[in-house]
């Protein structure tokens, strides 16, 4: 009988995020930090970028944003730790190609990072958080 207490909780303080997760959210960065060209040619700079909305939906295993009029698509997965640490609750990680989002269902937050290892102004961090449509 606790095991079937155990599940119904379990499966009862999940359904919040996985039910937010399927409907469209709108995206807002707080903060845009990353690498920008130096002065006749030095070294890359830290620059701070204007801040960008966005929207997006995540189906699944599958995650749809749309910024600028252009959609991307990206793969998604559970957020796993690899040492002893906790895993962060209802949170997603999804990525395409240079392009990695990690995503808090729970409390609609989310980081941004594009790594482009071959150009180094193609490289961005952001933070924000998101909000149902």
Same mark, same amino acid.
């Given at each position: 009988?606790?095991?079937?207490?155990?599940?119904? =909780?379990?499966?009862?303080?999940?359904? !919040?995020?996985?039910?937010?997760? %399927? %409907? !469209?959210?709108? &995206? =807002? *960065?707080?903060?845009?930090? @990353?690498?920008?060209? @130096?002065?006749?040619?030095? *070294?890359?700079?830290?620059?701070?970028?204007?801040?960008?909305?966005?929207?997006?939906? =995540? /189906?699944?295993?599958?995650?749809?944003?749309? /910024? /600028?009029?252009?959609?991307?698509? $990206?793969? &998604? /997965?559970?957020?796993?730790?690899?040492?002893?640490?906790?895993? !962060?609750?209802?949170?997603?990680? &999804?990525?395409?190609?240079? $392009?990695?989002?990690?995503?808090?269902? @729970?409390?609609?937050?989310?980081? %941004?990072?594009?790594?482009?290892? *071959?150009?180094?102004?193609?490289?961005?961090?952001? $933070?924000?958080?998101?909000?149902?449509?």
């Amino acid at each position: 009988m606790r095991a079937v207490i155990a599940i119904a =909780v379990v499966a009862l303080s999940a359904l !919040p995020a996985y039910a937010q997760s %399927r %409907r !469209p959210m709108l &995206c =807002v *960065e707080e903060s845009a930090v @990353g690498l920008g060209n @130096g002065i006749d040619g030095e *070294e890359a700079k830290p620059a701070v970028f204007i801040r960008q909305t966005f929207s997006l939906t =995540v /189906s699944g295993d599958y995650m749809t944003l749309i /910024s /600028s009029g252009r959609s991307e698509f $990206y793969e &998604c /997965s559970a957020a796993n730790p690899r040492l002893n640490e906790g895993r !962060p609750r209802n949170t997603i990680k &999804c990525q395409n190609g240079i $392009y990695f989002i990690t995503l808090d269902l @729970g409390r609609n937050r989310f980081v %941004r990072a594009q790594l482009n290892p *071959e150009d180094r102004t193609a490289v961005r961090v952001s $933070y924000g958080s998101c909000k149902p449509i």
